[in-house]
């Protein structure tokens, strides 16, 4: 079974160290019997699903794309008729290449809220080496 140091488990759910000691506190979240704390993979994907469902989706569409990334526009830079734009979504980055006319049209800026729908063919997975 992995488990997760609380400050390795506050960067994968992109919260504060004292955020996961207050759920632990709390009981929102178990730990193991290891020392220092740590807690169960199993329980921090849980929450980590909890924390994803309750980013509310602004967009009012139905879509077959599930890789959804609700998020805050942090850059837009825009070079003739190109625009790239970076939208942060919890702990992750996203980065989108679309016209300048796109971009204005959806009057994106540093601060917008935004979605970052992502459908691909090839997802790849990796673990890290034990």
């Known amino acids: 079974m992995h488990s997760f140091k609380v400050s390795h488990a506050a960067r994968l759910l992109g919260v504060s160290d004292d955020t996961v000691r207050r759920?632990?506190?709390q009981g929102i979240l178990?730990?193991?019997d290891a020392t220092p704390v740590e807690v169960p993979g199993d329980a921090l994907a849980a929450r980590a699903s909890?924390?994803?469902a309750a980013s509310e989706d602004?967009?009012?569409v139905l879509s077959s794309a599930r890789n959804r990334f609700?998020?805050?526009v942090t850059r837009v830079q825009i070079d003739g008729v190109m625009a790239q734009v970076d939208?942060?979504?919890?702990p992750h980055r996203v980065v989108s290449l679309m016209t300048a006319e796109s971009a204005?049209?959806?009057a994106l800026e540093p601060g917008s809220l935004a979605v970052a729908v992502v459908k691909a063919t090839t997802v790849i997975v990796e673990t890290p080496k034990d």
Do not use: F
């Open 70 to 72: 609700v998020g805050l």
């Open 50 to 52: 909890e924390l994803a």
């Open 23 to 25: 759920w632990i506190d």
């Open 58 to 60: 602004p967009s009012d």
């Open 87 to 90: 939208i942060q979504a919890g």
């Open 30 to 32: 178990p730990t193991t």
């Open 104 to 106: 204005r049209d959806l």
